[in-house]
């Protein structure tokens, strides 16, 4: 099986019925991006740029510039979708900032810290910028509270493309600019953010642990971490109507995306896009090939009405199961 997985892997995965669901990859480091490629994904749904920050937090915008470009290069013809610097929470840089904080993951990370530290921001936006003339680029901000946030970054961004292009530096003409939503203020306000992107990405790691105010990395309330609860659905429902009322792109990117039990309900959510660790792109695909769209919207419609997160669970899971 795994063998029929790798043959079929640079395939499209399309349902049974006709549905199209990208299946992208994330990635952290230039060193992976071959394997990523080789994977089977098209595209890089989420490239964390922290890892590459925190090689080097004193990066020059020429060795970020040729990061990026490297990265971008090697995904060419397809889009690799860089966030921003999401520092901050468990990924701490103490150069940034040497005040402790009594609650990180509530405190000064993702986007508010970028727009704190203007120069490191703007540094980075340059550098991508300057990578998107060399392939497909698509730019998004980590940690959106609400459309202030992606205004303020928007316009830090334009003011960088207006610079390089006065002193002659070439960039890609169609960047696509994204929100990253997985903060339940975002969901919320998902049709305003809408006016101001091309696209959103749906973070469930950090969405889960904000709306069920369970940590993430905290083992003795694991239990409480469950990607299928009623309202962790309800705002990824909300964020997908809202994009498809503003007609903008919708992708999600967090773990759950990788975990194919989950996948008929995603799909069934209106999710088709999915950005999953690279291991999984084969088996996700292939997941996605057995399902058909209309069994995974009734199934999701019933989950949602149910409003129990096993029964959501199981159902989804047991699609999963099922052989077309
Ligand atoms: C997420 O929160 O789901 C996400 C993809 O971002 P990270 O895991 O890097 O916080
Ligand atoms: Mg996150």
Redesign the pocket.
């Known amino acids: 099986r795994e063998d029929a997985l790798h043959v079929t892997r640079h395939q499209p995965s399309i349902t049974g019925d006709g549905c199209l669901v990208k299946v992208s990859a994330?990635a952290e480091f230039i060193e992976e991006m071959a394997v990523v490629r080789d994977s089977g994904a098209e595209h890089v749904g989420?490239f964390?740029t922290?890892f590459l920050h925190l090689e080097d937090p004193d990066a020059s915008e020429d060795w970020l510039a040729d990061c990026y470009t490297r990265a971008t290069k090697i995904m060419a013809p397809g889009e690799v979708i860089f966030?921003t610097l999401?520092l901050g929470?468990?990924?701490m840089d103490p150069r940034m900032t040497s005040e402790e904080e009594p609650n990180p993951f509530l405190g000064w990370r993702g986007i508010r810290a970028s727009l704190g530290r203007r120069d490191l921001f703007r540094r980075q936006l340059r550098a991508l910028l300057r990578a998107s003339a060399h392939g497909k680029v698509g730019i998004m901000f980590?940690m959106v509270s609400g459309v202030e946030e992606v205004r303020e970054a928007r316009a830090l961004l334009d003011q960088c493309a207006q610079e390089l292009m006065h002193e002659g530096v070439a960039i890609g003409e169609d960047i696509a600019i994204g929100a990253?939503i997985?903060i339940p203020s975002a969901a919320v306000s998902a049709d305003l953010i809408a006016t101001e992107v091309d696209f959103f990405?749906?973070?469930?790691?950090?969405?889960i642990?904000y709306t069920i105010a369970v940590d993430r990395l905290n083992e003795r309330v694991a239990g409480l971490y469950q990607p299928t609860h009623p309202a962790v659905l309800r705002l990824i429902r909300m964020t997908v109507e809202a994009a498809n009322k503003a007609g903008i792109r919708v992708c999600i990117?967090?773990?759950v995306a990788s975990d194919v039990e989950l996948t008929p309900l995603l799909v069934g959510l209106g999710l088709h896009e999915l950005s999953v660790t690279a291991g999984q792109v084969s088996r996700v695909k292939h997941a996605v090939r057995k399902l058909s769209l209309a069994d995974c919207r009734t199934m999701a419609e019933e989950v949602m009405c149910h409003g129990c997160m096993t029964n959501g669970y199981e159902k989804t899971r047991s699609m999963a199961m099922a052989k077309y």
């Open positions: 994330n989420l964390r922290e966030r999401d929470g468990d990924k980590p990253m997985e990405s749906i973070g469930t790691n950090d969405l642990q990117c967090g773990e």
